[in-house]
């Protein structure tokens, strides 16, 4: 017997092969030899256990380019079926699935969010206007990026005890301070509210709707919340942007934020189904999910529903990108040129991939000035000397680090964060391994600590 998926995954291919007879169209997109250059350059050694994965479609057809691999000492090539964190590429998945309940008569982009969530959660309103669906969608309902009761307790996984009793108490206390739909705002808590309510319509959670309505019908096989096994078997492990490996984020309550995995091969997918390149019953739902604009605060940038909306020179690309603990990624297509790239990283650097997949779809768009990873390596000091750093350090009129020692160990603690172990890479400098910053510390002339430096995210 023939299952479903498979089923799917069959005429999906024949769909493709089909549009793919057409005269192919000039493509801005290079050749794979420049991208593997591209990739060189940015991951550096191939042995780092850090890699990047590009793929390209577009009227020829898809191909996929990769550098690096999946984690240290692990041989194995990357490929399209490599799996990656892709963060807030997630929210064009829940803006999808609102665009179907949309088309399907089960909700309207009108509907205020109130109606879909229990009467106990008190949703702020302003000048007698209440938040839509729309409003969340498109990131203009008013609400912060973040909720102010936001404090995990695992740094490393910062969303995974964030629980629905607190979204609901920092929406029912929050009072906006500007008119809902005056002002675009990028808002992980407006969107993971979104992709929250549209649970509730549906009776069934995130990643249930993501697969019934956007992965079944497109065949997408490995985009999920929850890896299988034998998706964790190819996941490439992510790292910070100083070459620590830093475990995956769990993101329960804001699922729809920024919780998916997934694939080059299944992004291709998805942007082949945005492109028209395959027949899909979410066309309608795609083409509503680009057909408005709204201004944001960056120029040449707008807003569609979570799709960015890039313009130069009259040519639009359309995208969104993603960042986690340990992965940077990117998605994009030019609807003129019907070009898409998706890039994956296994290593969250300030840059990520933005700037290559900018760069594939328009040679105009220069590439970032970013160097290599550096990998960061702890060195054996006399732990005696650790007192002498021991103390506290104004950083700013609102923020002191306390540096303190457990034994062997020392530790920092930055105002209103959890104290992060600190390790030593010459008898004066350290760094943290949860995120990539280091520390130089000078001292007087007894040898005992008077300042210290931050230095993270290229600033001092």
Same mark, same amino acid.
């Given at each position: 017997m023939i299952s479903r998926t498979s089923l799917l995954l069959a005429t999906g291919a024949l769909l493709l092969q089909t549009a793919f007879a057409q005269p192919p169209a000039d493509s801005p997109v290079p050749p794979d030899s420049e991208i593997r250059q591209i990739l060189a350059a940015r991951v550096g050694g191939e042995n780092l256990g850090i890699g990047m994965v590009v793929g390209v479609i577009d009227a020829k057809g898809r191909r996929v380019v990769s550098y690096g691999s999946l984690a240290k000492d692990d041989g194995r090539p990357l490929n399209g079926d490599t799996v990656y964190e892709i963060g807030s590429m997630t929210k064009v998945f829940t803006s999808l699935i609102l665009m179907d309940m949309v088309q399907k008569g089960e909700v309207a982009l009108t509907d205020p969010i109130s109606k879909y969530l229990p009467a106990t959660v008190k949703v702020p309103e302003r000048n007698d206007k209440k938040i839509t669906l729309a409003d969340l969608s498109t990131q203009s309902s008013g609400l912060p990026r973040m909720p102010t009761n936001f404090t995990p307790k695992d740094a490393l996984n910062p969303y995974a005890d964030y629980s629905v009793e607190q979204m609901y108490q920092f929406i029912s206390g929050y009072q906006l301070t500007r008119d809902i739909g005056e002002k675009y705002e990028y808002s992980n808590l407006g969107v993971g509210l979104l992709g929250h309510v549209l649970t509730l319509r549906a009776g069934k959670d995130y990643e249930t709707l993501v697969r019934s309505r956007i992965c079944d019908p497109l065949g997408m096989t490995n985009t999920r919340v929850t890896l299988t096994p034998e998706m964790k078997a190819r996941l490439a492990i992510g790292h910070n942007s100083g070459l620590t490996a830093v475990p995956n984020w769990d993101i329960p309550t804001l699922a729809g934020a920024g919780?998916?995995?997934? $694939?080059? %091969?299944?992004?291709?997918?998805?942007?082949?189904? %945005?492109? &028209?390149? *395959?027949?899909?019953?979410?066309?309608a739902a795609m083409a509503a999910e680009v057909s408005i604009r709204r201004p944001t605060d960056t120029p040449n940038m707008e807003i569609a529903y979570a799709w960015h909306v890039q313009i130069k020179d009259g040519k639009s690309i359309i995208w969104h990108n993603g960042g986690t603990g340990g992965y940077r990624t990117y998605m994009g297509y030019d609807p003129k040129s019907r070009a898409g790239v998706v890039v994956l990283s296994n290593i969250s650097t300030p840059? &990520?991939?933005?700037?290559?997949?900018? !760069?594939?779809?328009?040679?105009?768009?220069?590439?970032?000035?970013?160097?290599?990873?550096?990998? !960061?390596?702890? *060195? $054996?000091?006399?732990?005696? %000397?650790?007192?002498?750093? *021991? &103390?506290?350090? @104004?950083?700013?009129?609102?923020?002191?680090?306390?540096?303190?020692?457990? &034994?062997? @160990?020392?530790f920092a603690q930055l105002t209103g964060q959890p104290k992060f172990p600190i390790f030593p890479e010459s008898d004066h400098k350290f760094f943290l391994k949860v995120v990539d910053a280091q520390l130089t510390f000078d001292g007087d002339a007894q040898g005992k600590a008077t300042q210290v430096t931050l230095h993270q995210g290229g600033i001092d």
């Open positions: 919780a998916l995995r997934s $694939t080059a %091969n299944d992004m291709l997918t998805f942007l082949a189904a %945005n492109l &028209g390149y *395959v027949k899909t019953p979410l066309a840059e &990520g991939g933005d700037d290559i997949g900018r !760069h594939l779809l328009d040679a105009t768009y220069p590439l970032a000035k970013a160097e290599p990873p550096k990998e !960061h390596k702890e *060195v $054996t000091i006399d732990t005696k %000397n650790l007192d002498r750093f *021991v &103390g506290t350090y @104004q950083l700013g009129p609102n923020a002191i680090f306390t540096m303190s020692r457990e &034994g062997d @160990q020392l």
